[in-house]
Nanobody, 114 residues
């Protein structure tokens, strides 16, 4: 089973930036699509960005123009560059494959606050 390890979260001020990383335990060449999800306190988990093996990306409207998902196949890593962060971006961020049978990682906490 695939293991997913998220990192890069932290406390930042509004307008700041973070880059999240997701290290995958197998070659991401074999993964059809990867996504970044987030779950804020009191809210359901939502998909915020995804990237296919062909490089096609998709974003939820609230992060378009601010977040960029990318991948580094050589490092088996998927990234989420987060710019112009807002307090409403505060959440635990998770990465996941398109395979619902894969396990979820622990996520990484992103807190945007002055």
């Amino acid at each position: 089973q695939v293991q997913l390890v998220e990192s890069g979260g932290g406390l930042v001020q509004p307008g700041g930036s973070l880059r999240l990383s997701c290290v995958v335990s197998r070659s991401i060449f074999s993964i059809i699509a990867m996504g970044w999800y987030r779950q804020a306190p009191g809210k359901q988990r939502e998909l915020v960005a995804s990237i296919t093996s062909r490089g096609s990306t998709s974003y939820v409207d609230s992060v378009k123009g601010r977040f960029t998902i990318s991948r580094d196949n050589a490092r088996n890593t998927v990234y989420l560059q987060m710019n112009s962060l807002k307090p409403e971006d505060t959440a635990v961020y998770y990465c996941h494959t398109e395979n619902r049978f894969d396990s979820w990682g622990q996520g990484t906490q992103v807190t945007v606050s002055s």
